[in-house]
T-cell receptor
Framework: KNQVEQSPQSLIILEGKNCTLQ??????????LRWYKQDTGRGPVSLTI?????NTKSNGRYTATLDADTKQSSLHITASQLSDSASYIC??????????????FGAGTRLAVHP | NAGVTQTPKFRVLKTGQSMTLLCAQD?????MYWYRQDPGMGLRLIHY???????AKGEVPDGYNVSRLKKQNFLLGLESAAPSQTSVYFC?????????????FGPGTRLTVT
């Protein structure tokens, strides 16, 4: 069964600190892995997309890593800001899924950054 | 350029009532999707469309119908709402079915069925 598991479910950090969110997946056939940021009351917005040949990708203070062998990914946030408070969703795209690009979504990690 | 918009933002229905959620995109995308998001679960695909006049079932289609009469609009209908359909509904669109294509999401509709 295709699954994406994220940990922790929720996290509280102080402004300026770093944090790392984890994602494990059992999805086949794998095409790429994405991280989305979802602000409260808004739709998800893409942060990074990585194919199996990419180990790391950055978007400003966000750095995603991918280990295709162990089927794990992480999202590292550096020097957190209050605006980083959001849910972060790990999403895996399947290869050759038929009529559309099938995405498997994790349940998300809810991050709260406190002053 | 508004991207993907959804109406309404919030709605409360009684069991058995019907309603239609409207999604509109101004990016000339061929593909459009309806997802639902429930607490503790990832987004799940309800229905999708690969172009004007076409629709297809996703993972959780029961209790929903859709229509894509115009390329820019994708409607999601609930004919007889049930409490199990209480959820946040997201519409998304993409240019093609390419595996690296971005899906752009709307702001969501929060639906409560009592």
């Amino acid at each position: 069964k295709n699954q994406v598991e994220q940990s922790p479910q929720s996290l509280i950090i102080l402004e300026g600190k770093n944090c790392t969110l984890q994602c494990n997946y059992t999805v086949s056939p794998f095409s790429n892995l994405r991280w989305y940021k979802q602000d409260t009351g808004r739709g998800p917005v893409s942060l990074t997309i990585m194919t199996f040949s990419e180990n790391t990708k950055s978007n400003g203070r966000y750095t995603a890593t991918l280990d295709a062998d162990t089927k794990q990914s992480s999202l590292h946030i550096t020097a957190s800001q209050l605006s980083d408070s959001a849910s972060y969703i790990c999403v895996v795209s399947l290869m050759f899924s038929g009529g559309y690009n099938k995405l498997i979504f994790g349940a998300g990690t809810r991050l709260a950054v406190h002053p | 350029n508004a991207g993907v918009t959804q109406t309404p933002k919030f709605r409360v229905l009684k069991t058995g009532q019907s309603m239609t959620l409207l999604c509109a995109q101004d990016m000339n995308h061929e593909y459009m999707y309806w997802y639902r998001q429930d607490p503790g679960m990832g987004l799940r695909l309800i229905h999708y469309s690969v172009g004007e006049g076409t629709t297809a079932k996703g993972e959780v289609p029961d209790g929903y119908n859709v229509s894509r009469l115009k390329k820019q609009n994708f409607l999601l209908g609930l004919e007889s709402a049930a409490p199990s359909q209480t959820s946040v509904y997201f519409c998304a669109s993409s240019y093609s079915r390419g595996t690296l294509d971005e899906q752009y999401f709307g702001p969501g509709t929060r639906l409560t069925v009592t």
